[in-house]
């Protein structure tokens, strides 16, 4: 599976931003996907993930961020709206293929394939 993420920039603080993560070699509607994040000089965070139609969200996101998948497009969505500047960091998508029939998880390494990272910026 190859994860391409998108749809990060440069936002002001309020603003929304859609992140996208497409897919290619394997259909994704099977597997737990998520979303990472990671800040400048911190580690890499859990923020949200979908498997079927369940989402589990970290709370400094509930509320604000939504995501979402298209089997048709075989894309994960992440829909961030009233954004903060705390939410500035690297975006990455993750699937867990290997291990999928035990769902979701916060857990990075429980992920196998991995997107390259697209940068949210949310200015102040």
């Known amino acids: 599976v190859q994860l391409q993420a998108s749809g990060g920039g440069l936002v002001q603080a309020g603003g929304s931003l859609r992140l996208s993560c497409a897919a290619s070699?394997?259909?994704?509607?099977?597997?737990?996907m998520a979303w990472f994040r990671q800040a400048p000089g911190k580690e890499r965070d859990f923020v949200a993930a979908?498997?079927?139609?369940?989402?589990y969200y970290t709370d400094a996101v509930k509320g604000r961020f939504t995501i979402s998948r298209d089997n048709a497009k075989n894309t994960v969505d992440l829909q961030m709206n009233s954004l903060k500047p705390e939410d500035t960091a690297v975006y990455y998508c993750?699937?867990?293929?290997?291990?999928?029939?035990?769902?979701?998880?916060?857990?990075?390494?429980?992920?196998?394939?991995w997107g390259q990272g697209t940068l949210v910026t949310v200015s102040s």
């Open positions: 070699g394997r259909t994704i509607s099977l597997y737990p």
């Open positions: 979908i498997n079927s139609d369940i989402r």
């Open positions: 993750a699937a867990r293929v290997a291990t999928f029939l035990r769902g979701t998880s916060r857990l990075g390494n429980e992920y196998d394939y």
